[in-house]
């Protein structure tokens, strides 16, 4: 694979085979049978869905740090994001991020230092690692959930190691500035 990373940091999850071969076949033959089964599969199982998002980081992420993507990868991309329904919304956005079909502030291009890929990666693995074990009727409990996977509904800094199943977004922990200078 292509990469400024001399490692991939997800690449101890991309060992299934489906998900390898399903890419192959969508970028290089146009054939979109197997990716659909599989992200089928990918709504009742969340390795399924860690393997598929640890996958695509490798192929699509990665490679934009030292290239554009090619026309077959953008056209492969299209059609994994038109596959997205039912889904829930955090792991939507971050295959999308991942793809290269939704700006972000993690989008990387061959441009980006090591540093920037780096530093974007470690959120992404994160994200990927969250948004796959969360299921459709989930929400994210933690603020620090939240802030990965819905950070528009969070307007204030929070104590994003604090649990919170009760308020949407965490306002009990909203930290106020002016009550720790009394």
Same mark, same amino acid.
């Given at each position: 694979l292509e990469s400024k990373f001399p490692f991939g940091p997800l690449r101890y999850a991309t060992g299934s085979d489906d998900t390898m071969m399903a890419l192959a076949q969508?970028?290089?033959e146009k054939e979109d049978g197997p990716i659909k089964t599989l992200i089928q599969k990918a709504r009742g199982c969340e390795e399924t869905r860690f393997?598929? *998002?640890?996958? +695509?980081?490798?192929?699509?992420?990665?490679v934009r740090t030292v290239r554009p993507a090619r026309d077959t990868e953008k056209a492969a991309a299209q059609t994994i994001a038109k596959m997205l329904t039912n889904f829930p919304r955090a792991f939507q956005q971050t295959l999308l991020c991942i793809v290269g079909e939704k700006?972000?502030?993690?989008?990387v291009s061959e441009q980006s230092s090591l540093d920037e890929v780096m530093k974007?990666?470690?959120? *992404?693995?994160? +994200?990927?690692?969250?948004?796959?074990?969360?299921t459709q009727s989930a929400k994210a409990q933690s603020?620090?959930?939240q802030y990965l996977t819905n950070p528009e509904k969070l307007n204030g800094p929070?104590?994003?190691?604090?649990?919170n199943s009760y308020n949407d977004p965490p306002e009990v922990y909203t930290f106020i500035h002016q009550q720790t200078l009394d």
């Open positions: 969508l970028v290089k393997s598929l *998002l640890a996958t +695509l980081y490798d192929f699509f992420f990665l700006d972000s502030k993690l989008c974007k990666s470690v959120v *992404l693995h994160l +994200l990927c690692v969250l948004s796959s074990s969360m603020p620090f959930q929070y104590v994003l190691a604090m649990d």
